[in-house]
C-alpha cells in the first residue's frame, strides 16, 4: 500500500473514504459552507487521511523487519 500511496496508484488513492461519508455537509459545519470552506476541509481531510495511512504502513514495515 504505501508503495501504491508514493507511486499515485489510482487504485490505491481512491480507497479514501470520502470526506463527509455519514453525515451531511450541514452537520459538519452547521451550515452550508462556501466553496472555499469546502475546498480547504476537503484538502485538510485528504492530508491527514494519508498522513495517518504513512504512519500506519510505516509502522506496520518497521515490525516486520
Known amino acids: ?3 501504491g500511496i ?3 496508484d489510482p487504485m ?4 479514501m473514504p470520502a470526506p463527509w461519508a455519514g453525515c ?4 459538519i459545519f452547521g451550515r452550508i ?3 472555499r ?3 480547504l476541509y476537503e484538502r485538510a481531510y485528504s492530508d491527514a487521511y494519508w498522513s495517518e495511512i504513512e504512519r ?3 509502522a506496520a514495515l518497521e515490525l516486520s523487519s
Open 12 to 15: 490505491i488513492l481512491d480507497t
Open 24 to 27: 451531511s455537509i450541514r452537520e
Open 1 to 3: 500500500m504505501r508503495k
Open 6 to 8: 508514493d507511486d499515485g
Open 33 to 35: 459552507p462556501s466553496s
Open 56 to 58: 500506519a504502513c510505516d
Open 37 to 39: 470552506e469546502l475546498d
